[in-house]
């Protein structure tokens, strides 16, 4: 990543304006400026080779004016500087997708031109006024909806990265050590431009439906001409709130009538008339400039410039890594596996294979017999990053990582929860009709192409499975019907596969032919996907409703996984086929027990083309944006926590459209 010194130099200048206090490691301002050469020198050499690493925050609580405490993060000055310096890069693209209903945290903009804006349609006529608050905005903002906001308006790779470590680095609060899973700091660098970002769309859509929103932060006011309007309009924004998982607080919003009278960023507005509050004056002595921060591209860094530049490896490399990658594939036999100054490394009969920075690493899967060092070890747990270990087959072993981090509210609701026949009953009838559409919309695709009579058939018989599922009274029942519609769904599949390759019936331990072994080796990359993020996301992997609860086993992710089976795995396996990819050459005879499976060629060639699977872009139906396939794992286990905590009755599963 291409990195100017003289960027982290201004960025630095800006930071020492602010606030003096000290983050964790006790370093004030103050004390950071007698060694800012050093450390800026340092900082600079680290983020050009992509190994940065960001420290917790230091968390406190302030009191809030009506009650209550806020939680607020003072990141360490190294950081902030570096939020600074994101914060320079990446505006001018954030400042673009901005509406003019947003107030809060922009150049130029003030509370006084939000209270004009209001004041513009309140004092023309007596009017009904949406006053609204969203609940714990800061601390509930998703990330997985925050970097596919970020993605797709194609900020830097690597300033994306630098981000969502910005975001997901913790906190220590009274001396403990919290990791949220969601929420940016309140009081950090970035937070108001992200909050702006996230609340985007949300702002275009009222504009689109004419709803006369301003917005300061997570405060709206929308003025309008009949209670009609305004009730319509309030439901409206409740719903698009939900799609990007915020809530309203019911006890701060509300609808008030022309003859009553509402404060607004601690302006009066009664009788159509606003009334400014008293200042209060400071002794001049005491008063102080406060510095104005200056937004702006770099002046010698180019988004467009670096997304350009080639590779940092050499071409060898490709093979490992490339390019928009998370997930680190060791597939040579007798593999070595090290770190060296933060990166992890792939040595293959002694010769440097790959180097890797432990920034870019979600994941590391190793097959076969591959070696670990412990160095690569204790950094992968240090990291959270787990190590998956398949064979060379591609049969899953099991992962290395530290302990689960379930949070204690999720757990309890996920206890009482799996006790609730009519919660899992709901559940599982929404997994399976996810399923079903999304392998009829596969059918439906593949079946334009190659018209066959089992196809066509297949479509019809699931469209009436789907039609019944809705009468369906247990859990049982429905396991019977997802049952009769994989084995409808199978068959018109194997019908609509062309080439060399025979397909008669899904086969799994072991499988018994080549499409078999490519749907197996999919199922369990996309499996510890999802794992990965049902995890981060605080919830425990085993309580699962359409898969019961059984010991090793993670019921949750079989159940999140059911609905991307025909999306993504089966889809790119119909593709490999019908683009004459893999030929029986590609694969071995059967062992032993039957069993098919890549030889060592075919499996990394499936590994790039899974890669670029998992980085295609599709719209999630929920939030409306365009994010890649690995991001909507992210997004549908987010879906399902908000059923575990009440928000929503029912999971929402991922759909395709036709």
């Not at 909050?195 to 275009?204: I, K, M, P, T, V």
């Not at 929404?430 to 297949?458: D, M, Q, V, W, Y």
């Not at 999140?560 to 089976?565: A, G, I, K, S």
């Not at 926590?641 to 929402?652: A, K, V």
Request: glycine letters at 8%.
């Amino acid at each position: 990543m291409q990195v100017y010194s003289e960027h982290l130099h201004a960025a630095w200048g800006l930071v020492q304006r602010g606030s003096p206090a000290a983050g964790v490691d006790g370093i004030t301002t103050d004390l950071f400026a007698g060694v800012a050469q050093e450390q800026l020198g340092q900082m600079h050499r680290q983020l050009r080779r992509d190994c940065y690493r960001a420290s917790p925050a230091k968390g406190f609580f302030i009191a809030k004016k009506n009650g209550g405490q806020r939680l607020i993060g003072l990141s360490t000055v190294r950081d902030r500087v570096l939020q600074r310096y994101l914060l320079q890069s990446i505006y001018p693209r954030l400042e673009a997708t901005f509406s003019h209903s947003a107030f809060a945290y922009r150049p130029g903009l003030s509370i006084y031109g939000a209270v004009d804006r209001v004041m513009a349609d309140y004092g023309a006529q007596p009017t009904w006024v949406i006053k609204a608050d969203i609940h714990q905005f800061f601390d509930n903002l998703s990330w997985g909806v925050l970097m596919g906001q970020l993605e797709r308006l194609k900020i830097a790779t690597g300033w994306v990265r630098l981000i969502e470590q910005q975001l997901k680095t913790g906190m220590v609060l009274q001396g403990q050590f919290y990791r949220p899973n969601k929420g940016v700091l309140q009081g950090g660098i970035l937070s108001g431009a992200l909050a702006n970002l996230y609340l985007s769309e949300f702002d275009r859509l009222c504009l689109a439906a004419d709803i006369p929103l301003v917005r300061y932060g997570d405060d709206c006011v929308a003025v309008c001409h009949s209670y009609l309007q305004a009730n319509r309009s309030l439901g409206m924004m409740h719903d698009w709130l939900e799609d990007i998982y915020l809530t309203l607080n019911p006890e701060k919003t509300r609808i008030i009538a022309p003859d009553e009278g509402f404060v607004f960023l601690g302006h009066q507005f009664q009788a159509q008339q606003v009334i400014a509050p008293e200042r209060k004056w400071l002794k001049k002595s005491k008063q102080k400039k406060k510095a104005q921060p200056v937004y702006g591209p770099p002046k010698a860094c180019s988004i467009v410039k670096d997304a350009k530049q080639g590779p940092k490896h050499k071409k060898s490399t490709d093979e490992y890594w490339r390019d928009g990658m998370t997930t680190l594939y060791v597939t040579e036999q007798g593999a070595y596996l090290r770190v060296r100054h933060q990166q992890f490394q792939v040595f293959h009969e002694r010769e440097l294979r790959c180097s890797v920075p432990a920034n870019s690493i979600t994941h590391v899967v190793l097959f076969g017999a591959c070696n670990v060092s412990h160095g690569a070890v204790r950094l992968a747990l240090q990291r959270r990053i787990p190590l998956l270990y398949l064979s060379n087959k591609g049969r899953y072993f099991g992962r290395l990582q530290t302990t689960g981090q379930a949070k204690i509210d999720y757990l309890v609701q996920q206890v009482t929860k799996s006790q609730n026949e009519d919660f899992i009953r709901q559940q599982a009838q929404s997994i399976i009709l996810g399923k079903l559409h999304n392998s009829r919309i596969l059918l439906l695709r593949l079946n334009r192409r190659r018209k066959t009579e089992l196809a066509t058939k297949a479509i019809a018989d699931l469209a009436d499975l789907i039609k019944k599922m809705p009468t369906v009274e247990t859990v049982e029942s429905m396991l019977g019907y997802e049952g009769q519609g994989a084995n409808l769904y199978f068959q018109a599949f194997a019908s609509l596969l062309k080439g060399p390759f025979e397909f008669e019936k899904r086969t799994r331990r072991p499988p018994t032919d080549p499409i078999n072994s490519l749907l197996s080796l999919g199922y369990t990359l996309l499996s510890q996907n999802v794992h990965a993020m049902t995890e981060a996301a605080g919830l425990h992997t085993h309580f699962g409703n359409l898969h019961t609860v059984k010991p090793n086993r993670p019921s949750l992710v079989c159940d999140l996984v059911e609905e991307f089976r025909a999306m993504v795995v089966d889809s790119l396996v119909a593709y490999l086929i019908n683009s004459n990819i893999f030929t029986p050459e590609d694969f071995t005879p059967p062992d032993g027990r039957g069993g098919v499976y890549l030889h060592p060629d075919g499996l990394k060639r499936f590994l790039k083309h899974w890669e670029e699977k998992l980085q295609a872009q599709t719209v999630h139906p929920h939030t409306g944006y365009k994010v890649s396939h690995r991001r909507c794992f992210e997004l549908q286990v987010w879906e399902y926590t908000t059923c575990i905590t009440g928000e929503r009755e029912s999971y929402r599963p991922m759909v395709w459209k036709k």
